[in-house]
C-alpha cells in the first residue's frame, strides 16, 4: 500500500496537490502493459452511480440543467464483463470509483469491491459524507486498497475523519484526506472547466490550451453506470460515447478507430475536436510513457 499520506498537517495547497500527484505516480507512470502489441490503460474510472449528496458551486451537480441526480447506477452484471474483460487482457492496473456521482451512495458498493477488488487494486474517492464507524470498518476489512476524502468544508471535517482514524485503528494511508477548501493560486491551475461544463470567471481560458497536448487517452479509461466509455472524466456532458461495454469487450473499444483518432490528435497538441476543444486541463501531469508508446503505433 502506497505510503504517502496527507492526513498530517501544516500542509500547504501546494504540498496537498503535489502529494496526490505523487500518490500514482507509481501506476501512471511506470512503463504500460501492453495487449495484442497496444498499449493498455493503467487506470480505469468507473462511475457507479449517477447522484450526489452535495451541490458544489465547482462540480457540475450544482446546475441540474446540466448534471441532474438520474440515481441511475452500474448493475452487477455490467461488473462481472468488466472483471472478465480485465482479466483476458491481463490488466494489472488501478480501478477507482469516482466518475459522476458519490460512490458511497450505490447499494451494492461492497459487492463491488468484492468482486473488483480480489484481482484488482480498488480507490474510492469520496466526499466522506456518507463514512461512519461502521460502513468505515467494513470497507477497512473488505478488498478496498484506498479511500480518498475529499474535503471541501474546513478544518473541522478534517479533525472528524482524523477521530475516526485514531479510533477504529485505521492506518493512514488507508484513509487519505484531501484538503478542498483552500483557494489560490497553487489550487486554481488544477482546477478544470469539466470541459466547457463550467465557465466561472476563474477558469483559465480553453483557446490557451487548443495547442497544448493531452495524454488521458493514453493511460486512462472513464466508464459510465449504464457501461458507455467516454474520452475522459473531464466530459460531464457526455459528448462522446466510443462505446458499450456489454455490447463489445474492453479492448475492442479501448482500441477503436473512434478512440484512436481522438487519441493521435490529443498527444501531437490538436485540441480542435468536441469536446476537447473547450477543455483546460492541463493533461500532461501523468502518462508520458503511455502517450510515447501510442505514438509509434498512430504515425
Not at 77 to 105: N, R, T
Not at 185 to 194: A, G, K, P, Q, V
Request: glycine content about 6%; some cysteine.
Amino acid at each position: 500500500m502506497n505510503k504517502i499520506g496527507h492526513n498530517n498537517p501544516p500542509l500547504s495547497t501546494k504540498e496537498i496537490i503535489e502529494n496526490n500527484i505523487e500518490r500514482k505516480k507509481p501506476i501512471l507512470d511506470r512503463d504500460p502493459q501492453f495487449y495484442n502489441n497496444v498499449p493498455i490503460p493503467s487506470w480505469i474510472e468507473l462511475s457507479l452511480i449517477d447522484v450526489c449528496n452535495r451541490s458544489c458551486s465547482f462540480c457540475p451537480k450544482s446546475d441540474a440543467q446540466i448534471a441532474p441526480n438520474t440515481f441511475n447506477k452500474m448493475e452487477l452484471p455490467l461488473i462481472k464483463k468488466l472483471a472478465k474483460d480485465l482479466k483476458i487482457i491481463k490488466f494489472d492496473g488501478s480501478i477507482s470509483f469516482c466518475g459522476y456521482g458519490e460512490p458511497l451512495l450505490h447499494p451494492d458498493i461492497n459487492l463491488i469491491i468484492e468482486i473488483l477488488g480480489k484481482d484488482w487494486g480498488i480507490e474510492v474517492v469520496t466526499n466522506g459524507d456518507p463514512l461512519n464507524e461502521k460502513n468505515l470498518t467494513e470497507l477497512y476489512n473488505s478488498n478496498l486498497s484506498k479511500i480518498v476524502v475529499s474535503l471541501y468544508d474546513g478544518p473541522e471535517q478534517k479533525q472528524r475523519f482524523l477521530n475516526l482514524i485514531q479510533k477504529l485503528k485505521i492506518p493512514e494511508d488507508f484513509l487519505v484526506l484531501r484538503d478542498r477548501w483552500e483557494k489560490g493560486s497553487e489550487f486554481d491551475i488544477y482546477l478544470t472547466n469539466r470541459a466547457g461544463t463550467l465557465n466561472s470567471s476563474e477558469q483559465s481560458d480553453p483557446k490557451n490550451f487548443l495547442n497544448k497536448k493531452c495524454y488521458y487517452t493514453a493511460y486512462h479509461a472513464q466508464i459510465d453506470w449504464n457501461g458507455d466509455f467516454y474520452l475522459c472524466p473531464h466530459d460531464w456532458q457526455r459528448r462522446m460515447s466510443l462505446g458499450n461495454l456489454m455490447q463489445k469487450e474492453f479492448f475492442e473499444i479501448w482500441n477503436g478507430a473512434t478512440i484512436n483518432k481522438c487519441r493521435k490528435n490529443l498527444l501531437v497538441g490538436d485540441r480542435k475536436i468536441n469536446p476537447c476543444s473547450s477543455c483546460n486541463c492541463i493533461g500532461t501531469i501523468h502518462g508520458s510513457k503511455h502517450a510515447s508508446e501510442w505514438l509509434k503505433i498512430l504515425k
